[in-house]
């Protein structure tokens, strides 16, 4: 319960709403910035809140002043989320997880359950997940947050493995077990089987593709077939080895990064954005290989990661595959992505909170 009184002049006064004449107790920060606020938000928002003031208070005639330990950085989104949308409060918005994670600690803390259900929405938003899965994934996790936690999980698959030199550390990982490290790197690796299998899947292809049905340039030399099977019928058919080839490379591609992404999407925004270089075998400096947005090239797989260009191109030099690979690689690796974010859906991380 507050236990002393406002003193007028001590402390600095927050800005609005945190100025209104009419609030009934002020909180002040413990960087000593006050926000006048009213009980009856206070309580609406949280049982702690509200349970406190149903103790006897102090004195009615005086401005009752509660000292909290968060400071007026924290605060001030903490309780401009207290008010109706009728108070017309400017939107909180968090630019990076530092700002979010104090404001999530003190939400859990005063058991405001509402608001930490929005603050959620933040924290799993697709700028955060595709930026910093792990550090999402590190305070759902220190949370106990199940749903958040397997979101993340999920996204960092994008990203280069947690604890390789190509993953950025993230000081959010000291607040969660090493059990929970764990099962995300478990969750990898099954994953990471998965995914790298699904190139040597047998039933989810068609046959039509232009790779199994040219007779011109060299077949596989593994004879291992693909099939498509329809309602009644199974048909085998033998690839080009250009294709064999390009699938084995596939399936090592995945193992690195067993996402569907791998086979059609841009880089991961870590290495796309510090502006390395193509090297002459089409990786760009993190042993990932992709031609992204930045690809320029006009056929040849123009837009396509860069590992599968290569493939493209080879098959470019036999008359009969060149007619029809491009288009038909592109639908390829449409169905390739799908297939592959197919297979590892159904891995679920393991959590242990
Ligand atoms: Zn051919």
Excluded at 10 to 23: L, N, Y
Excluded at 132 to 157: D, G
Excluded at 307 to 322: G, N, Q
Excluded at 335 to 347: K, N, T
Aim: hydrophobic share 35%.
């Amino acid at each position: 319960m507050p236990d002393t009184v406002a003193s007028p002049g001590e402390s600095g006064v927050s800005m609005a709403p945190f100025d209104h004449p009419k609030a009934d107790i002020i909180l002040r920060s413990s960087d000593g910035v006050d926000f006048r606020m009213f009980k009856l938000l206070l309580s609406l928002s949280s049982p702690f809140f509200d349970s406190m003031f149903e103790l006897p208070q102090p004195c009615e005639d005086v401005l009752p002043l509660l000292d909290v330990t968060e400071p007026s950085t924290t605060l001030r989104p903490l309780l401009s989320l207290c008010f109706p949308l009728a108070a017309n409060i400017t939107p909180i918005t968090f630019k990076t997880l530092e700002e979010l994670q104090p404001v999530l600690e003190a939400s859990v803390k005063y058991d405001m359950s509402a608001i930490t259900t929005h603050l959620l929405t933040h924290l799993i938003s697709p700028t955060f997940l595709q930026t910093q899965p792990l550090a999402v994934y590190a305070i759902a996790c220190r949370y106990k947050l199940t749903p958040q936690a397997r979101l993340a999980a999920k996204a960092t698959l994008r990203q280069p493995p947690p604890g390789s030199p190509l993953c950025p550390f993230t000081n959010h990982l000291d607040n969660i077990p090493a059990t929970s490290l764990f099962r995300l790197l478990e969750y990898r690796h099954r994953c990471t089987e998965i995914a790298s299998s699904v190139p040597f899947g047998t039933k989810w292809m068609p046959l039509t593709y232009v790779w199994f049905n040219c007779s011109h340039c060299p077949p596989g030399k593994r004879l291992r077939s693909w099939a498509w099977e329809g309602d009644d019928d199974f048909e085998c058919r033998y690839p080009r080895q250009w294709w064999e080839e390009f699938m084995e490379v596939a399936s090592g591609e995945l193992g690195k990064r067993p996402c569907g992404e791998t086979v059609t999407g841009p880089p991961p925004s870590s290495s796309s954005s510090d502006g390395e270089a193509e090297g002459v075998d089409g990786s760009v400096g993190n042993g990932f290989t992709y031609l992204g947005a930045r690809g320029s090239e006009v056929g040849n797989g123009s837009g396509m990661p860069v590992w599968v260009k290569r493939f493209v191109a080879r098959a470019m030099e036999c008359p009969t595959c060149r007619t029809n690979v491009q288009d038909d690689m592109r639908r390829f690796l449409k169905l390739f992505e799908r297939q592959v974010d197919r297979a590892v859906g159904i891995v679920e991380l393991k959590v242990d909170f």
